[in-house]
């Protein structure tokens, strides 16, 4: 009965009830990711919406490219505490953080316009040798709760990464794109329509677009991407 003792609050240290590691005052703190555009989750300055019909709000991006996966939803933007929380995860091996996080993301997608649920979850794969430098891999973390939340399967095995490439911090979006070429392969068919790709952080997109690319080759219909936060390519 773990869930009943208090924990604290990493950010303010004081008791928190809320299942995650943050309190409800730090948690309502978080900056939401809205306006986003509905199609990549770029975060939109809510100056530049001129429109107040219940049309597709896209950023300047998505009007004028074609990607692969079909909607981005992502109920935070890369904050300073995201960043945090996240480099944590990662870097300090806190593998209980991703329970966090993907408790603050079932917590807040309600501010995401037409939520859908996919038929399945997919975790973004890692190659092996970054799997042995990290020793987890948190699109997986994240995946297991969500999976387990949403009663939805899980499949980590059909999707590989077929290739270990550099990690792309630095780099800009065309070299990341030429980063991730070809970089995932099918180890097994999949049999679904729908399906949401999960991962942590998006940048430019180039990684999971890549990875939706070769998803749709092989008969997925809709691809969504699942992450905790959005962020920009100077973050
Ligand atoms: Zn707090
Ligand atoms: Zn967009």
Known sequence: MS???PRHCLFCLEKTHTHTDLCHHCINKLNLNQPCCQRCASP???AAITSTKQEVMLCGNCLSHHFHYDRVYSPFTYSEEMRYLIKKMK???KIHF???LATLFVQKNHIIKDFQLPQAIIPMPMHSKRLRQRGFNQALELSRFFASHYTLPLDYTSLIRSRHTDLQ???TAIERQKNVQKAFKMAAPLKYDHIALIDDVMTTGSTVN???KILKKIGIKKVDIWIIAR???EN
């Open 210 to 212: 890549e990875a939706a």
């Open 91 to 93: 870097y300090q091996k």
């Open 169 to 171: 911090a630095g780099m």
């Open 231 to 233: 962020a920009g390519l």
């Open 3 to 5: 869930s009943i003792v």
């Open 98 to 100: 991703a329970h966090t």
């Open 44 to 46: 939109l300055e809510q």
